[in-house]
Each structure stands twice: as structure tokens, then as C-alpha cells.
T-cell receptor
Framework: NAGVTQTPKFRVLKTGQSMTLLCAQD?????MYWYRQDPGMGLRLIHY???????AKGEVPDGYNVSRLKKQNFLLGLESAAPSQTSVYFCASSYTWTGFGTEAFFGQGTRLTVV | TQLLEQSPQFLSIQEGENLTVYCNSS?????LQWYRQEPGEGPVLLVT?????EVKKLKRLTFQFGDARKDSSLHITAAQPGDTGLYLCAVISDTGRRALTFGSGTRLQVQP
């Protein structure tokens, strides 16, 4: 019962370093999302994908890139990390557009600290 | 200005007490969801409400969607320590993005 799996769970980066966060889902979901969660600000959408090979910008996309080369994977990249990107990152997936009330399934999160 | 305003931000109560948390907006939504997030975990869906005035019950939790579909409330009866967590409401906004927009949440702590 894997569901949505995020790798890694914790990471410390130095300013200017790059990294990729991996999200994998085994539910054959079309839609996948990356959110960041900061204290007092809830979850904010970074990028999302409505299917393999497609991506779209969310509310806070600057400084991040994404790729969805395979249906089950959604990668989030930080090209040059900044302290403002210190956050907890959550990946989620859903069978279809959550506008129809379908459930979004979340991973356990990646805690990223940029020093 | 946030699309969804949740109140209160923090709530600390004793086991057995009742409580209500709110999710308000000036916009109308076709549906609204409530999620609960426990420490170190991702959010988990509790309920989806779709009809104005709708009331849904999940054991000791009662969810209501406002008549005008602009707001919602979550009432917990006889709270237990296991109810501790962050309660988030979420909707599809009118930005055209096919993704959920979340409120900032209510952090609930139930003391034994």
C-alpha cells in the first residue's frame, strides 16, 4: 500500500546548490501536484501536471522546475537553492481533477532546509 | 488576501470539550473539502461537501456547507487526543488551475 512516496524525506542544502525531489505514485493517477507548506500559510501550489508530459504553473512557481516524463513520477527541481525555499514540500496525486470532488492523496513530505 | 480564511488559527482544549472551526470566503464554490494533517504526515481527506446547506457526519465530526456555498464549518463533539492535528479546508478556485487551493488551517490540540 505505497500510495504516494516522496524521496528524500529530509535534506539540507547550501545556498546556490541544486537538487531534485522525486514523487512516485502507484495508483495510476492522471493528476499530480507539488505544494509547499510554511508556518501560518497552509499549502501553496508550486506546479501541477494533468497527465504524462504536461506541466503547469501554480501559485508560487518561481525558482522551481518540474517534469512528468512518466505517468507515475513527478519531479521537482531547485536549480539554485535560496533560504526562502526552506519549507516542507508535499506531493499529491488524484485520479481526476479535484474540482469534481475527488480525493487528493498526499505523500509524507520532504523537509528542506537551505542554509 | 487569502481566498479561504480559517478561524481560529490555534485551539487548545481539554478532552471531552466541543469545538467548532470555520472556513470562510467571499467566493462561491461548487464543492469544498476538509483535510486533517497529523504531525509529520501529509493531509488526509475527511469529507467533501457539494450542496448548499449540506450536513455530513463522520463519527463525532459534523461538517456543514453554507447555504450560499461560500463557507463551511467543522464541529467536533467530545474531542479526544486523537483529534489533535491541523484541519485544512480546500476548494478549486476560479483561477482555472486544476488543483486545490487550501486555507491556512486551524491547529487543534486536545489535552488528555
Amino acid at each position: 500500500n505505497a500510495g504516494v512516496t516522496q524521496t528524500p524525506k529530509f535534506r539540507v542544502l547550501k545556498t546556490g546548490q541544486s537538487m531534485t525531489l522525486l514523487c512516485a505514485q502507484d495508483m495510476n493517477h492522471e493528476y499530480m501536484y507539488w505544494y509547499r507548506q510554511d508556518p501560518g500559510m497552509g499549502l501553496r501550489l508550486i506546479h501541477y501536471s494533468v497527465g504524462e508530459g504536461t506541466t503547469a504553473k501554480g501559485e508560487v512557481p518561481d525558482g522551481y522546475n518540474v517534469s512528468r516524463l512518466k505517468k507515475q513520477n513527478f519531479l521537482l527541481g531547485l536549480e539554485s537553492a535560496a533560504p526562502s525555499q526552506t519549507s516542507v514540500y508535499f506531493c499529491a496525486s488524484s485520479y481526476t481533477w479535484t474540482g469534481f470532488g475527488t480525493e487528493a492523496f498526499f505523500g509524507q513530505g520532504t523537509r528542506l532546509t537551505v542554509v | 488576501t487569502q481566498l479561504l480564511e480559517q478561524s481560529p488559527q490555534f485551539l487548545s482544549i481539554q478532552e471531552g470539550e466541543n469545538l467548532t472551526v470555520y472556513c470562510n470566503s467571499s467566493s462561491v464554490f461548487s464543492s469544498l473539502q476538509w483535510y486533517r494533517q497529523e504531525p509529520g504526515e501529509g493531509p488526509v481527506l475527511l469529507v467533501t461537501v457539494v450542496t448548499g446547506g449540506e450536513v455530513k457526519k463522520l463519527k463525532r465530526l459534523t461538517f456543514q456547507f453554507g447555504d450560499a456555498r461560500k463557507d463551511s464549518s467543522l464541529h467536533i463533539t467530545a474531542a479526544q487526543p486523537g483529534d489533535t492535528g491541523l484541519y485544512l479546508c480546500a476548494v478549486i478556485s476560479d483561477t482555472g488551475r486544476r488543483a486545490l487551493t487550501f486555507g491556512s488551517g486551524t491547529r487543534l490540540q486536545v489535552q488528555p
